[in-house]
């Protein structure tokens, strides 16, 4: 994976834009992270194959290396994920954008594919 250039994810975001796609959205603290650490609250998050159009796709950010990512549906609806570090597309055309903590441990996940993603 590459750490994010905001143009070439753009450029990638409008070849989706107004045709359906699959969508998988994953949003996690870390698998039982209030047991290293009470403090943190466990959140998270998990969608895989579910398929959507959307009119527009954005990304924003880039202050300390962290972005989000808006996709506005054409029911109106949006799909929002933020905190996407790095991306990349792998060899079955899938368009992969994850967000890695200070530690290195994936923390948001926004992948788009034309077909469905491996179950």
Do not use: C
């Not at 943190?40 to 159009?53: A, K």
């Not at 880039?62 to 991306?87: A, C």
Request: proline share 1%; net charge negative.
């Amino acid at each position: 994976m590459e750490k994010i250039d905001r143009d070439k994810v753009q450029e990638v975001l409008n070849q989706y834009q107004n045709q359906p796609v699959y969508v998988h959205v994953e949003i996690t603290s870390g698998m039982y992270a209030n047991h290293l650490n009470n403090e943190v609250f466990n959140v998270g998050t998990f969608m895989r194959n579910v398929q959507v159009e959307f009119v527009q796709g954005a990304i924003r950010g880039g202050k300390d290396g962290e972005y989000r990512v808006g996709l506005k549906l054409v029911n109106g609806g949006w799909i929002y994920v933020l905190g996407l570090t790095h991306y990349v597309i792998n060899e079955n055309n899938e368009f992969i954008l994850h967000g890695f903590d200070h530690d290195g441990k994936m923390a948001s996940a926004l992948e788009i594919s034309a077909n469905e993603f491996f179950k």
